[in-house]
């Protein structure tokens, strides 16, 4: 009899001790994959630049700096002009171009669905990808594909 009387009570305290943890893994796991660690910087030079945040609908125009996350989109005009400081690297936004900023594990990958972008400084070639029609390159086999 002494074992049923300390069964019942031991069984709700276990039940609510893996609800918590259940509830405290998931929305830590929520937020490391939500993309909360800053991929990039965006500097505003001149013309129009547009930024279109992973959770907005509506693109919002860049007239400072700004700090980019996960799948974080900038657009620029036909006058826009921006730089990207991506880890070490420093990028200029040529004018018509699209990317968005995605990111796998330690690495961030510049998307470049429009346009294009030349590069001012390099850094460490193990942070950086960039991914233009389907095809991705470290920053350097993307400045030597395009020189003739």
Do not use: C
């Not at 996350?69 to 991506?86: C, F, K, M, Q, R």
């Amino acid at each position: 009899m002494a074992k049923n009387k300390f069964l019942i009570p031991f069984l709700i305290v276990a039940g609510l001790f893996f609800i918590t943890l259940s509830w405290w893994m998931s929305s830590r796991l929520e937020t490391q994959s939500s993309g909360l660690r800053p991929l990039a910087r965006i500097i505003y030079n001149s013309g129009e630049v547009a930024i279109l945040n992973n959770k907005m609908t509506a693109k919002e125009s860049l007239t400072k700096s700004r700090t980019l996350y996960h799948l974080d989109t900038i657009e620029t005009g036909p006058n826009g002009d921006a730089s990207l400081e991506v880890e070490s690297y420093r990028l200029r936004i040529l004018d018509n171009t699209l990317i968005t900023l995605d990111q796998e594990g330690q690495k961030t990958i510049l998307i470049l669905k429009r346009g294009d972008v030349q590069f001012e400084n390099f850094g460490s070639e193990k942070n950086l990808i960039l991914s233009k029609n389907g095809q991705r390159q470290t920053p350097t086999e993307y400045v030597s594909s395009l020189k003739p």
